[in-house]
């Protein structure tokens, strides 16, 4: 096979740790009549690739997931050809994606074009890179479970995180009391210059006492937790009357089981939140992403890119992906760049 029609891509050689991310030589894709050939330019990073890479959603007595596979759900490119039935894009246009299976590890993807996003001009390729997953999600956990109002008590776990730090500009722009939490000192300062009220040190502080403290014993409003394991309990028990809780994240493991009758106390409430359940028409995805856009050349948020890798480094992209010190986004840079 040729060179021509051969492309470099990171395989998932088996489940475990970043070192099963090894660099391969294999065919490009095939454009159905649907489809879009993007040559990316920079491909996006994220939690639930380490999810995909450790088989971590696998319930007890499933078979280990098949390898070799292609990571990556997020990026931008360029589209280079389209299908026969293509009306959406033409080659040329600078897009972005956002989309299970986009297998974005890659110099080339074959995706289906009504999922693609056009770009502004005014925004950056690494600006893109870094806000649609996080700029998406933040732009509907803050409008679909409250509509946020001057003097709203937010909580929002991980504020230094991609997503997390989104959440807390978007909200402070809004009006919340934003109330973050934190590793460290150094993180405290930087969710502060976000907007954040307070910063609350998981490692020093117990939650549930200093929410109280800081809200008069009212609680929060809104708590949209990405951390989840055992400090999910004390998230949802800083929640205010009528209080939701969003649980969207698990880097701190799953959370512990929920006795329902407990919402009863205080009327709270934990609802469930899934990217793609909102981006489900090419209009829902337009149009939210046109939000995030007018957000950003706004400067009501402001991506944050922790570290841009070459793509035949992705191990060590995952390497500093799991590094408690990172603030910002991890972005992989294919070697026709």
């Known amino acids: 096979m040729s060179e021509q029609t051969l492309m470099n891509a990171i395989h998932v050689t088996a ?20 489809d879009a ?4 330019t920079l491909a996006s990073i994220n939690q639930n690739d ?23 759900a997020e990026g ?10 293509v009306t959406e894009v033409k080659p040329g246009d600078r897009v972005g994606f956002v989309m299970h299976g986009a297998q974005s590890y890659a110099e080339f993807a074959a995706l289906p074009a009504a999922r693609l996003i056009p770009i502004p001009d005014e925004i ?13 999600s933040a732009q509907i956990m803050l409008s679909a479970y409250k509509s946020i109002k001057k003097g709203d008590t937010v909580l929002i776990t991980a504020g230094t995180s991609a997503l997390g730090s989104m959440l807390v500009q978007w909200a402070s722009h809004l009006g919340a009391r934003v109330i973050a939490t934190v590793r460290s000192s150094q993180k405290a300062d930087i969710v502060r210059g976000y907007g ?8 020093e502080e117990d939650l549930v006492p200093r929410i109280q403290q800081l809200t008069d014993g009212q609680g929060g409003d809104l708590a949209l937790d990405a951390v989840g394991g055992d400090l999910f ?3 949802f028990e800083s929640l205010g009357t009528g209080g939701t809780v969003v649980p969207y994240g698990i880097v701190g493991g799953k959370q512990p089981p929920l006795d329902v009758l407990s919402l009863v106390d205080r009327s709270r409430r934990v609802a469930g939140f899934m990217l793609f359940d909102y981006l489900r028409s090419r209009s829902d995805l337009l149009e939210r992403s046109q939000q995030v856009f007018d957000a950003v050349t706004a400067g009501i948020i402001q991506p944050k890119v922790a570290d841009t890798f070459p793509l035949i480094e992705a191990a060590q992209a995952h390497r500093q992906l799991e590094n408690s010190r990172r603030v910002g986004k991890i972005l992989l840079q294919p070697s026709h760049i």
């Open 76 to 85: 931008i490119g360029v589209v280079l050809a389209v299908g026969s039935d």
């Open 15 to 34: 489940i475990g740790g970043p070192d099963v991310l090894e660099p391969v030589k294999i065919p490009k894709p095939v454009v159905g009549v649907q």
């Open 196 to 203: 954040a009220v307070a910063a609350i040190n998981t490692t």
């Open 50 to 72: 380490v999810m995909e890479r450790t088989d971590y959603y696998r319930h007890e007595g499933e078979p280990i997931r098949e390898t070799p596979f292609i990571l990556g």
């Open 233 to 235: 309990p004390q998230v």
């Open 124 to 136: 950056s390729d690494d600006v893109a890179a870094a806000v649609l997953v996080s700029g998406l």
């Open 37 to 40: 050939l993007i040559q990316i």
